[in-house]
């Protein structure tokens, strides 16, 4: 299963596989550091089929550790401390860990431990009858309870063993983001170089863009939308950035111009993926443009009801903790809301999130494009609440961004006199808290309340 990686890896020995800090480990190293894995692995008599969990950022041990689990036909468990305690915990149970290794922020091991947990989900179970590695990621629960996905490792690593173009890459999604993943395995399994950050703020990114010669950034709009807000494009040398690619939540077209306007010399790519299928290919109609064309080896798509739909023999064998919502004939239903344009799709957003005012549909993604064009708006996150008479109507809750001036009143009627030159009527919110709180999660992602229906 992962034969060609090792055979692509004794290959591209010398090359540089992985910056860390301020020190390159080569195809080699990493090589070797997986036999080290391997070692440890049946020294602590873990076995083919067992639910492992690491937590830790991305270093050598912890992607050594991560391709020698695969390697050993285990179920990995990628999490990440800043989950907290309680959170890490409910984790476990739900994926019914048998080990667990813990990584400091160095990525130094400073736990090993087994745990009391047996396998008795049919869905584990079976996987291991395959003896096939498996992996299990939660999704981001933004909008509700995280949802443990169990996927077949196997399968996903079948999109890499084409060999692909590949770019000096930065690793900002993280190890328990399918994105994190498809961007670790398509660096690795290419022989490119795959550098790790130690910090996600604007400013330390970009940083390290500059410092490593990074030439392609997979992000997010929340976080394309903090680069733009920070202004710290301006503090460093970007010339290296060549490619930009953007996913997980819909892109405000208005965001997507600034970004075009303040970085011509970048490309920029929308991606479309999903925790229960993998990334797809894609690719954009045109600079500027939301519509994009999706697919690639092993994809199928199709559009039902206004619903996104994906066929893929990568598709996740099913929740451990919740009903899968894919058809008797294997197409998973995205949630997504699309239109479609010949072969290119625009991503309108979650079902889920949809807010219906008297019967008219309110995209959240697209207020808060409006609103998050004033400079004085750090991030704004729309959602709906029930109302007698409509249905539901449009509430945002706003961060005002540090320079601002003005008074919440003051702010409040600024926001909404824009949005009322510039939104339908239904459109406006009803209501606008202002809150420091963080709107973003772990992953840079809107984290909105499900509007009731």
Known sequence: MTSFLLDRFTRGADQRAIIFRDDA????????????????IEKDEIQHGDTVAFIGDFSPNTIALYLALALHKCVLVPLSREHGTDRLADFMTTAQVNHIYGFDNDGKLIESKKTNFSVVHPLIKSLRDKRNPGLILFSSGSTGRSKAALLDFSEILKKFEVKKRVFRTVGFLMFDHIGGVNTLLYVLSNLGTFVTLSDRSPNS?????EKCQIELLPTSPTFIKLILLSEAYKDYDLSSLRLVTYGTEPMPQQIL???????????LQQTYG????????SQSKEKGSLWVRIGGEGYQWRVVDGILQIHSHATMLG????DAPITDDGWFITGDE?????????????KSELINVGGLKVYPAEIEGVIEMLDFVES??????????????????IKLSESNQMTNAES?????????????????????EITDDKQHNLRFKKMRKAPVA
């Open 25 to 40: 480990m080569t195809y080699a190293a990493l090589r070797n550091c997986m036999e080290h894995w391997l070692e440890r």
């Open 205 to 209: 990114v970009l940083a390290r863009v």
């Open 257 to 267: 111009d600034r970004f075009i306007e303040v970085m011509p010399h970048v490309r």
């Open 274 to 281: 999903l925790t229960e299928v993998g990334i797809l290919r």
């Open 319 to 322: 929740y451990l903790n919740a």
């Open 338 to 350: 699309v239109e479609v344009d010949g072969e290119y799709v625009r991503i309108l957003g979650r």
């Open 380 to 397: 704004a996150t729309v959602s709906g609440e029930k109302n007698v008479i409509v249905g539901n109507v449009v509430c945002a809750r």
């Open 412 to 432: 409040v009627a600024k926001i909404k006199s824009w949005c009322a030159e510039r939104l339908d009527r239904f459109k406006i919110p009803a209501k606008i």
